[in-house]
């Protein structure tokens, strides 16, 4: 049944995220069960190890946020060969200062979810860190600086078992730095 009137289109996948609730793997079970997409068509947005392992058993891999080089080795460990993408907020911005201000916007927000929350207690950081969206906090799970830089910070989540890295440019230069960024992936190997 194609319900998505996609035809023939091979490359479709479908990402889903959980649900912040009570009981959410429950949910999402029960969810998966009744949708109508082949789990290899399917990624899962996954960063705690039971949700990895759901990933791992009821779809083609996983997508996780605001994570470490460390966190993907772990997150690659659980899941053996599904997929692993990364998703990589970055600021093309060589001022600290700067660059973590606009990191701070979205991360003010996100922090607030249970799940990301959670998982950055998992990472190491405290409850202080988290509150305060501390540099090593931002540092960590924001790549900032030069376009070389952040393309380090990506060949590092592939050296840690990432399958592919997306980038999500922050702030007012995003389409700029989107520009950049892209030029210098595509000459890096």
Avoid: C
Wanted: hydrophobic share 45%.
């Amino acid at each position: 049944m194609d319900t998505l009137g996609l035809g023939t289109i091979g490359r479709f996948v479908l990402g889903l995220g959980g649900p912040q609730t009570a009981r959410p793997l429950a949910r999402l079970e029960t969810y998966l069960d009744e949708l109508d997409v082949p789990a290899d068509r399917t990624l899962l947005a996954a960063l705690g190890p039971k949700k990895l392992e759901m990933a791992r058993r009821r779809a083609a891999g996983a997508i996780a946020l605001l994570v470490t080089p460390d966190y993907t080795a772990q997150a690659r460990a659980i899941l053996g060969d599904a997929v692993l993408v990364i998703s990589q907020f970055v600021v093309l911005d060589t001022d600290p200062d700067s660059a973590r201000r606009t990191a701070r916007e979205p991360l003010s927000f996100l922090t607030g979810v249970a799940g990301y929350r959670q998982n950055f207690l998992r990472m190491g950081f405290t409850d202080d860190e988290i509150d305060h969206l501390s540099d090593r906090l931002v540092d960590a799970v924001v790549a900032w600086g030069t376009a070389q830089d952040i393309a380090e910070r990506v060949h590092q989540h592939l050296d840690e078992g990432a399958d592919h890295v997306e980038l999500s440019p922050l702030g007012a230069s995003a389409v700029g730095a989107g520009r950049a960024l892209s030029e210098l992936m595509a000459t890096s190997k």
